[in-house]
């Protein structure tokens, strides 16, 4: 976020210097190393819920509170019965807005990205994608990943219900854009 979006600078490099800190060399070293399969699990298949996959195999996901993640297969399917009418949108518009307001760590909307690629859409530029989850490791994985798949992305860390994302939204510091929207799309 701080090599894109300046905006929380401070803030954010404050929190990654706390969470960092924790970690010893060895410890940091795997980190690098896990960030690096991730950028190569997408890479080498974008048509999948990478860390979401993860998030449910290792259980961390909270079924007291209502959390169930999205197989991508699913995801997949529900794009597939509404976005028929995509690429006369992207032709109509210089933006098209794709939302999901429970994005957990972005099932839909990667499915979404996938199907507009099949249809012949450049969703990097075409499509912009606002996501929210009242969980925060949710809504950062949805970041991360869609980040690292080029998409337009605004993510909302916050209750959808109680605090919708809104025409005029403030950025605060929940707010986090994606390197390709902070840039305008010209990555």
Known sequence: SNSTDGRFFDQREALYMERIGRYDREERNLIVHMFSLIVTALDRNPAQDFLGEIFGALNLHNEWHGQFFTPYHIGELMVRTVIDKLPQAAEASDTVSVMDPFCGAGCLLIACANEANKMDVQYQRKLLFYAQDVDRIAALMCYIQLSFLG????????????????ENEEMGENIWISPMQACGGLL
Do not use: E, N, Q, W
């Open 151 to 166: 998409c337009r992305a605004i993510v909302k860390i916050g209750d959808s219900l109680a605090d919708p994302f809104t």
